[in-house]
C-alpha cells in the first residue's frame, strides 16, 4: 500500500523518497553482513549499528506519511486491499514454500507471521490507531508506556507479531507527529555536521559494546525476561536502546539529501510499507540464532 502524504497535489518532496531508498540500502546491508559476520567482530559491531536504526527509521517514515489518515471509507479500502489483503496472500504463499521445503509439518496459521509479514500485521495496527494519537494528550508518553509494557512481557510476540508491533510504536507514534518543519530543522548545517560525529562515533562504539549485548534486543521480538534479564535491568536496556535508535534515526535523517538525486526515482516507486517488510528481525527470534552474538 502506498503511504498517503498530506497534500498529494503538491510538488513531490525528494527528501523522504532518498530516505526510504537509502534505508532499504541498510536492509540489504544487514541481510548480507550475516553471511560474513561469523569470527569478524568488526562486521558484528557493523551489522549491530545498522539493527540499531534501520527499523525505527522506516517506521519513523511510515508514521510520518500516515498523517492523513483519519479512517475514511477510502482510506480502510486502500488498508484492507493493499495491507490486510497481501498478508493473507503472500502468509500463505510462505506457509507453503516453508512446508515444501524444511518443515513439511508446519501448520497453517494467520497468528503467526512468517519472517518479514509481521511489518504488515504492523502497519496495520498502528494506521487503524492514527486517529487517536492525533487526539489523545500525550501520544509519544503513552506510546513509550505501551512499548516498555510489552518489553516485559513474556510470550507476547506469540500472537501476530505483537511484541514487535508494540515495541516500534513509540517510533511510529514519533513520525506522525513529525511536520516537515522538523526535517528541515534536521537538515540544517550545524545538525548535519553533530550528525557526521555522531555516526562516526557509533561504531567504535558499537564494537566496544558488540561484546556483551546480544543482537536479539535490536530485533524487539522477545521480552526481556525471555533474554534472561529482570524486568527492571531489562527497562533501563530497553529505555537505553530507544534513546541511542533515535539519535541514531535522527542522524541518519540529518544526512539525507533533500535535493533530487541518481536514486529519488527508486525510492519514489518504494513505499514505506514495503520497504519495511525487508527486515529480517523475523529470523533471530531466538536467543541462540546465528546472528544473535556476543564477542
Not at 182 to 193: D, E, G, K, P, Y
Request: proline share 6%.
Amino acid at each position: 500500500m502506498a503511504p498517503e502524504r498530506p497534500g498529494a497535489g503538491r510538488r513531490r518532496d525528494p527528501y523522504l523518497d532518498n530516505a526510504k531508498y537509502l534505508a532499504i540500502l541498510l536492509v540489504a546491508v544487514g541481510h548480507v553482513l550475516p553471511v560474513v559476520v561469523e569470527g569478524s567482530r568488526a562486521t558484528r559491531a557493523l551489522y549491530m549499528l545498522v539493527y540499531a536504526f534501520h527499523m525505527p527509521t522506516f517506521v519513523l517514515i511510515s508514521g510520518h506519511l500516515s498523517r492523513s489518515y483519519v479512517g475514511r471509507p477510502d482510506q480502510l479500502r486502500r488498508l484492507l486491499t493493499g495491507v490486510a489483503l497481501p498478508y493473507l496472500v503472500f502468509e500463505v504463499a510462505y506457509t507453503l514454500l516453508i512446508r515444501w521445503g524444511a518443515q513439511p509439518e508446519r501448520p497453517y496459521s494467520l497468528l503467526h507471521p512468517s519472517y518479514l509479514m509481521w511489518f504488515l500485521i504492523a502497519l496495520f495496527v498502528w494506521r487503524t490507531t492514527a486517529p487517536f494519537w492525533s487526539v489523545v494528550r500525550w501520544p509519544v508518553a503513552l506510546s513509550l508506556a505501551i512499548a516498555a509494557a510489552a518489553a516485559v512481557t513474556p510470550d507476547l510476540d506469540g500472537v501476530v507479531g505483537m511484541q514487535r508491533v508494540l515495541q516500534f510504536l513509540p517510533f511510529f507514534v514519533i513520525g506522525l507527529r513529525m511536520r516537515p518543519e522538523h526535517f528541515r530543522l534536521l537538515r540544517r548545517r550545524s545538525v548535519r555536521a553533530v550528525a557526521v560525529l555522531v555516526l562516526a562515533g557509533a561504531l567504535p562504539f558499537t564494537y566496544w559494546a558488540t561484546a556483551s549485548i546480544y543482537i536479539t534486543w535490536f530485533y524487539r521480538t522477545v521480552s526481556a525476561q525471555e533474554m534472561g534479564v529482570a524486568w527492571g535491568p531489562g527497562l533501563v536496556r530497553v529505555g537505553a536502546l530507544f534513546v541511542c535508535a533515535t539519535i541514531l534515526t535522527a542522524a541518519f535523517l540529518a544526512l539525507v539529501p533533500g535535493r533530487r538525486v541518481w536514486f529519488t526515482t527508486l525510492g519514489s516507486g518504494t513505499s514505506a510499507a514495503i520497504c519495511c517488510t525487508g527486515s529480517s528481525s523475523g529470523a533471530g527470534s531466538t536467543r541462540g540464532s546465528s546472528t544473535d552474538f556476543r564477542g
